[in-house]
Structures are given as structure tokens and as C-alpha cells.
């Protein structure tokens, strides 16, 4: 009996799958037609491969912003954190600490900024919107502080084959991201953690009543969100081979952007991993498509503004309709 | 009986309606006449409130047809409902809390000029509206510090702010206590007076008997009967209602309450929260069931909320003989405790998420590896066991909690703090909006837990629940302990003279 209740389960499960991402999916494959139409070699492997890796820094950014916006909080400063981290990096290893020690402060220069904007959040009682403006000036001030605004060069071998290189064919940026997003998304969808992020954006007070550590929750996700963001900053400066000072200038936006068209709801406890991946490729898409066809820079934004407006709507009718 | 059909307002015949494969109403009828109380009574999850949506242009049948003072009716939107002299009181609540009363009661109609709210007239024209239907709230306060059946009364005057020739009511009265139910009962009597149509929608049986003119019993979404109050006793529509025989509404006890030889399990000594209660001190035992009644703003909610370390109060609070100092609900989970809170939209349901994930929110521990990964399979078996043994009507529990009827949340919100095994259960107003059979049911599963040794404290303001349920009584009047007394030979009168301070 159990049994058939489970297989009954799962089929409802598949169902709601299928019908949560029917109407982003439609979007991405509407997208890819087109450009195909208007130029072939926008389906081929090469580009193909070529869009995954340029959309891999918002993608994984996208995957901490997921975290935030499923809490019904927003962070803006993972723009600023993404270039503060690329400067930690490149300054470690002027240093000659080595790879892994750049490597290792990097990240947590990205859990520490994170955190910094949780514990203000939670302990001062102050919106994230407030907060996250306020860190995304901080930090984008610090990046310059080394070197008084000018770029600093990455000669670090190790550093630049993650941009560069490939590992058994596939460039190694895109096993990152692959990688990251099976983690995140096991993480939210399989833990207790990523249950009780559900849970405290879906009904605070009910969540806190029910024993969850919300300000906990919240310090830990904007950590997550942080860190992502450091991940992003060393694939930019790695495929840049430097730090430059306005890296990932207005990239909050992007990520933004694929976690709400993946259905990520800004008020916060509906959303998944697998949504924002697929909202951060039609981004891809977009912009790779748009530079194809030699579309103006200024049209690339009216374009993309567009698209994400209708794509949202369409999610947004197909799932009111059902409901 | 004197019926012609010339005072019929409203007629309803064949009404369906499906969300997506829940088909909630599957066939309704139901002729409202004017000058008439008109009750619907029909188990959790009948398809009452989607009936009185409908009506109010919340959503449109997917069939059957409706007729409005002979005219064919759909309304589109809510605002058409009330152009055609609909007015409703929804069973959830629907304020903005932190607006005033008076922006609440009048919202959208905002007496302006311009475009510019007249603040002192916003407060006059809702002065009025309260003052006449004879409510006791005050119109500048902000909906967020008052109690649920303040709010209750907030939404009924927002209900009853325009004027309509047909008024309905959800479940009203699931949040008030006696002395606020009379208020609208007179308001009630009044409209009816006036040659309005009520329709009235209640678990309560003692207040359907007395109100209704008419009652239409509904099962499964579709027309059982409708009779004339008078016509059937109360058996014989609770078994129409719910298609059997119910002779008991209280179950019989498991257990002996404990004597006075048992050590308590929770001693809470000078409880004090300035403005909302002073010295407040009472014990439960393993086994014992603790009643707490009083009036609204007796301020009951308030000493549970801070036993619950959600707010801060001066006092001692000793658990199995050690001191505590409880300041988050964490911690009072750390300590087996559990709290069924009154309001359970707000501080209960996650309503955007599943049946699953709700029913086990509170005792997420017990459902985590060491890995930190969620039991899936144990929380399956557990959400499983939740709607079978409180009959909650769900399609699946992957349902989203926030579709299901306002019974069946309250269902969900209780079993939610079942599964935590608590050892002291403080419930308040569990059975809110919760049909007769399924009150049972949680009736039961009190008992046995008591009888298996948790101490339970039941805040109601319903006072056959109290008298029936307890073994003692803490009755609270005005912030303090008016009295603490043996429920075995307490009458509903010396409770009310105790509540109201006149016993001293
Ligand atoms: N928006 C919705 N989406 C899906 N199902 C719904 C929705 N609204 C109501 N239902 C389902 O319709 C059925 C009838 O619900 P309804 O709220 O009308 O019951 P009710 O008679 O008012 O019950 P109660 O006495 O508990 O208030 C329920 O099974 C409920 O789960
Ligand atoms: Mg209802």
C-alpha cells in the first residue's frame, strides 16, 4: 500500500515538475528557434559550449541570490562582492601565497562580506534592500583600495586554467557550474536547512513559532549568497587573467533577473535550483544570440528588458490559471 | 409555513466548481429568501466558503446557474458583488495590519477629496459605522496589537460598511466569545428586521439552532436537504451533515486526573506583562487538563505567548522542578513544549507550502539525518498518518496548505504540534472552525494524550469546550487569575461571574 502511495506520489511530483517549468522551458526554446533561424551556428556544440561558459558567472551568482530571494530578502551587493573577491585573489597570489591559500581567502572574503550583510539584517532589524545598497557602495569602494583603481594583472597558472582550460573535454568552468548546481540544489531541496529557508520565507512568523532559528537562517543564506558570489568573482578574473575594479558592475541585476525567471517568487519561500539555471540560460541565450547577430548594445538592453518581462508574465498567467 | 415566493432574493441551482482536479462544489442549490437567516451547514472542506466566494465574485462557478432577484448573476470581481448589494465577512481574515481600524473598515472607500484622505473624517465615518452596529473597538487603533477577536469584529464592521441587500457571514463567530457572538446576534436580528438576507455559516450548533430561519445541509459539495429550524433536532442534521449517527460531543475520559499528589510538571509563579497581564500563577500536572477561560482582552493569548518565549514577562517559571528562563520558542520546544497558537493564518500555516511540510515544521529534528538530509520516506508516513487521523480533506499531501478549507488548516496546524511529543501541550483554541466530527476526533486525541501523561493547558472561549474538556479551571478577568477552581460542579454562570469579576 505504501508503495503505490509512493509511485502516486512521485507522479504527482513529475506532474508538478513538468507543469512549474513548462512555461520558462517554452521561453528558452522560443529564444534558441529564433536565433537559429537567424543565424545556424547559434545550435552549434561550439557555441553552445561558448554560452554555458559566458553565462556561468551569473549563473552561479544566481544560485546564492536564489538562496536570498527565497527568504524574502534581496542582495545587491553580490556585484561588488564578485569584483572584491577577484582583488583578494589577485593580491593573495602577488603575495606568492601560493593557489590554494588565494583560492581559500577568496571564498571567505565572499562568506565574510555575506555575513556582514546577514548579521546587519537580522540583528539590526534593517531591510536587506537598505542594507545591501549600503554594503554594495562599501564594497565597491574596497576594491580599490589596493591599488588606487587600477587593475592588477593574474599570472597565477593555476588561477587562469579555471577560465582557460578543460578537464576530459569540457572546459572546466562549466564542470563548476554543474557541480555547484547539484550542490545547491541538493542542499535546498534534500536538507532540513534548505527546508527551513522554505519554511521561514514562506511564513516568518509561523516559522519562528514552529522553533526555527530564523536569524540564523538568515546570517547562513546570505553567507551562501556571498560566497557564490566570490566563486563568480574568480571565474571573471580568471577568464579576464586580472582584477579590474569594476568587475560585475550591475551583475545583482542578472542574477536577479534568472532567479525570477527560473519562478523564484520575491516574496519569498517558492523557488528552486533548477528554475534559476534556466532562467540564467535564457540570459545566456540573449545576450549570446543578440552578439551573434551584432545587435547594438543599447538594443541588447531594450531587448533583454522585454524579454523578461514577458517571460515572467507568461509563468505567472500559465500558473494562475492552474490555480 | 407562510412562504410565497415573492421575498426570494437569491437562487442558486446545480453551482459546480473545480480547482484544477478538486472538484469542491459538485452540484449546490440553495434559495435565500429575504428577511430570513439562512444557515449552511456542512462539514470541513463541503465547499461552503468557495459557495460564498463564488457569490462574491472571488472566483466564477465552472457551472450551474445563479439568479439575483430573478436577473441572472456572475460577478466578475468583488466590487460587482457589492454593486449588486452583496456584503460578506470572510472566514480568513482579511485586514492589513498595520493600518488603523477605520483605514481597514473603509478600505476603498476612503472618504476623500482630490484624491486626498480626510483623516478626521476617515475616523468620524468609522466612529459611526462602529458605534451603530454597537461593536466595542476603538477606530484609531492599529489592527496589529489586537487580539483575533478584536480583529473578528474589525472584519465583520468592514463586512457590514456598505449597505446590502444580502449579507453573508463565514464562520463569524469561530474567534469570539459569548458576550461578543450577542452583539452579532442583535446586528444579525436587526438586518433581518430590516427585510435583508443573511446567510450564515457556523460549526456551532447551539447558535445555528437559535439563529436560523432556514438551514441547508451540504456534504461532499453538494445539496443535502434544507429545512426549516424547528423541522430537525440537532442529531438529526449532524447526521445529515455528516452521514452517520454522533450521540457524544465530548469522548469519554481515558484517565483519572491526577491528584494533588502529583508533582506538576509546569509551575508559572507572578507571571506580569505591563498593559496585558499582572501576576498571573498557575500549575498543570502530567495527565491534567488546564482550562483557561476568560473574556476577550483577558489577556490568556498574552501569558501563553510569554510561556512561549516569544515575549518578555517578569515571573518564574519553573519546569519539573527547575527554574527556566524561556526567551525564544526554540527553547520551549528545547523543552518539550508546544503551542498551538489562535491564529493560525498568521502564526500557524505556511500556506505556500505543502501539507507534508507543514505537518512536520515544528519537529524538523526528528526528520533530519545526521547528514542534515530530511527524512523524506518517515515524513511521508508522518503527513500520511496526520490526515487519516484528523481526516483532513486533501487531495495528496503535496497539496498546498493554503487551498485547503479553513477546517482542515486548523486540522493541519494541530497535528503540526502533535508531532513534536510534547510533554506540556498549551492549545489555544484548538477547535476553531473545526466541524463537529472532527472536534471529536481532537477532543479524543487530547485525552489520550493526557492519559499517556502530557499536561495540557486549553485556552477557549468556548464555554461548553471548557467545562467539558477540563479538569480544573484558571478563569482570568482583566490581565489577572479571577479564580482557579475544579471544573466538576462549575456552571457556565459562576465561570462568566468569575471572568466578568463579579464573584469575588
Ligand atoms: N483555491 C483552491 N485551490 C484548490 N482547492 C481549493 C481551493 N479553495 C478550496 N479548495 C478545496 O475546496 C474544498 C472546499 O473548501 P471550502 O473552503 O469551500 O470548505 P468549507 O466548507 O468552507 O470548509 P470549512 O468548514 O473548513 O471552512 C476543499 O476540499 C478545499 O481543499
Ligand atoms: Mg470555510
Redesign the interface.
Known sequence: MNQTADIAARRVQLRSFMRQYAGIFLSLVILCVIFSFANPRFMSVANLTNILQQVSVIAIAAFGMTWVILLGEIDLSIGSIIAVAGMVGAQVIGLGWGFVPALLLTLGSGALMGLINGALTAKLLLPSFIVTVATMSIYRGLVSLPTNGAPEMIMDPSWTAIGGESFLGIPIIIWIVFVLFVANHILLSRTTFGRRTYLTGGNREAALYSGINVDRIKMIVFMISGTMAAVSGVLLSSRLYSAQTNAGLSYELDAIAAAVLGGTSLAGGVGTMIGTLLGALIIGALNNGMNMLSVPYFYQLIVKGLVIIIAVYLDVRSKQRRA | MAQNDSDIVLTLSGVCKS??PVQALKSMDLTVRSGRVHTLLGENGAGKSTLMKILSGIYPATGGSIELAGKPYAPQTPLEAAENGLAIVFQELSLCNNLTVAENILAMREPSRAGFISDRKLFQTAEALVRDLGLPIDVRARVIDLSMAQRQLVEIAKGLSHDARIVILDEPTSSLTGAESEILFQIIGRLTREGKAVIYISHRMEEIMRLSDDITVMRDGEYVTTVERGDATVEQLIALMVGRQMNEIYPPRESEAPGEAVAPVLVAEGLSRPGEFEDVSFTVRPGEILGFFGLVGSGRSEVMNAL?G?TAAEGRVVLDGKAVTIS???E???HGMA?L?ENRG????????SLR?NVT??A??D??TRG???K?RKE??EA?QAIERLAIRAN???TRAGTLSGGNQQKVVVA?WLATNPRVLILDEPTRGVDVGAKFEIYRIIRRLAAQGTAIVMVSSEMPEILGMSDRVVIMSEGRVGATKESAGLTPERVMAYATGQHK
Request: net charge neutral.
Open positions: 480547482f484544477g512561549f516569544m525564544s520558542p526554540a520551549a520546544i528545547g503551542f497558537t498568521e502564526q500557524g500555516l505556511v500556506r505556500s507550502h511540510a515544521m515544528a524538523l529534528q526528520f533530519t542534515g538530509f530530511l523524506s511521508t508516513t500520511q495528496s499531501i503535496e503540526k
